[in-house]
């Protein structure tokens, strides 16, 4: 099966993109929208252990930089390119979702303020990486990725060349799982930070880059590749589950908690190449009743994003997997694809801007992709099913008028994304 490698702003994920999910609403509403997981009350827990202060400090937090979320959309409406809040706005909900550190966070909200009163583009920092807006390195190592995917475009077969020297710190077998190991397990009751998103993040990308020599043909040592393999297989997969995740140290012991997003990137750029794939689709039908990390569901709702992962998911899982398996993927792709036409996609060809979306183009690039890998539009990637969807050509039809007639100034390689996807086979 072919590999899926998604556009760039598949970057901000289910967990990254949380802080936008539902921030207006009080932490007592958020606590029982995530009651039936116990892994997010655990979370939120801990962060209380940490500082008892964190609950009400969280709230306001979360208030304000959602306004400044509808501002920056607002931007993008009405054609105006903000590079530089749009990365400040990533870290800094980021920050408060897997930060007790408000000095940092408030910072963070007060520059993304001036960040849109005063529109800036993104620049290269002196050491060669990308995200001038960005403080953190695996932020910065996503923008990067980006920005060299972009250029790979105008250079389709570059030269083989070495790993960029941005990554010296990881370019060794011991060196890389120095990184990993450090951010693979978190204590967040004593330190007050979570390194679920830098795992998750940094792993994609780095898996690319070392595994897959992308997006410049790089030429790599095989024991670093070999030992990168390793390391994710035998090491950060969990056994019981087929996922990998967090794992969090509390009152003596270590608990891992299962993450979609993160078990998504290793699936899709390994094309499915990965251990005990039965044990993770099992995984992943028991946790369609729960929100992300663990499950598909954001504040108790689908969203395409989540969605397009689990069809991803049950796409690579599909060879492996029990009749019964098979008829359950079957049952859930069809209640996500019905919600998706109903409920998600608009009349303009737009898919509805959810509080988890943090711009317009992302919305419309996963809701579209969502419907690619589902095989809405090609009957060659309808896994799942037999059926026709005689609607599919209006539908196509339409999402490609919407993104037509987006401005210059806001037309990105998300937009040009969705174009292919409208015509992936």
């Given amino acids: 099966m072919m590999g899926i490698t998604k556009q760039p702003m598949a970057r901000l994920l289910p967990i990254a993109a949380s802080f936008l999910l539902g921030v207006s609403t009080s932490v007592a509403q958020e606590t029982t929208l995530a009651a039936s997981d116990p892994s997010a009350i655990a979370l939120r827990h801990d962060f209380a252990v940490f500082d008892p202060q964190y609950p009400s400090d ?58 849109i009163a005063h529109p800036s583009q993104d620049k290269q920092d002196d050491n060669g ?17 980006d ?38 397990v978190s204590d967040v009751q004593h330190t ?13 990308d780095l898996l690319r880059m070392i595994v897959l020599g992308e997006p410049l043909n790089y030429k790599v040592d095989p024991a670093l590749r070999d030992a990168f393999l390793s390391l994710l297989k035998n090491r950060y997969q969990d056994k019981k ?104 996609l608009q009349p303009d060809g737009s898919f509805k801007l959810t509080t988890g979306d943090p711009s317009i183009e992302y919305a419309e690039y996963f809701g579209t992709e969502f419907l690619a890998e589902a095989g809405f539009f090609s009957p060659s990637l309808r896994f799942w099913t037999d059926r026709s969807f005689p609607e599919s050509a209006e539908v196509n039809q339409r999402i490609a008028h919407f993104i037509a007639d987006k401005p210059s100034s806001t037309a990105s390689e998300n937009y040009r994304g969705v174009a292919k996807e409208l015509n992936r086979h």
């Fill in 58 to 115: 969280f709230q306001p937090r979360a208030i304000r930089l959602s306004a400044l979320k509808n501002k920056v959309v607002a931007q993008e409406v009405s054609g105006v390119k903000n590079e530089c809040a749009r990365q400040i706005l990533f870290e800094a909900g980021t920050l408060l979702m897997t930060s007790a550190d408000f000095k940092r966070i408030d910072r963070r909200t007060d520059e993304l303020e001036v960040a």
């Fill in 129 to 145: 990486l990308w995200g001038s807006c960005s403080e953190q390195w695996f932020l910065k190592l996503g923008n990067t990725f």
């Fill in 147 to 184: 920005r060299l995917t972009y250029q790979a475009h105008d250079q389709p077969d570059p030269p083989p060349g070495p790993l960029p020297a941005f990554l010296a710190g990881v370019s060794t077998p011991a060196g890389l799982k120095a990184y990993l190991d450090s951010v693979s």
């Fill in 192 to 204: 007050g930070a979570d390194h679920d998103l830098e795992f998750n993040l940094a792993v994609s």
């Fill in 241 to 344: 589950t087929g996922f990998w995740g967090e794992s969090y140290r509390r009152d003596g012991r270590v608990d891992f908690q299962p993450d979609i997003s993160t078990t998504f990137h290793i699936v899709s750029y390994l094309h499915g190449d990965v251990p005990e794939m039965p044990r993770l689709i099992d995984t992943v039908l028991a946790g369609k009743d729960y929100n992300a990390p663990r499950g598909w569901l954001s504040l108790g709702q689908f969203w395409n994003h989540n969605n397009m992962d689990v069809v991803t998911e049950f796409h690579y899982g599909w060879a492996s997997a029990s009749a019964a398996q098979r008829k359950a993927m079957a049952t859930e792709i069809q209640r996500m694809l019905d919600w998706c036409l109903k409920d998600s």
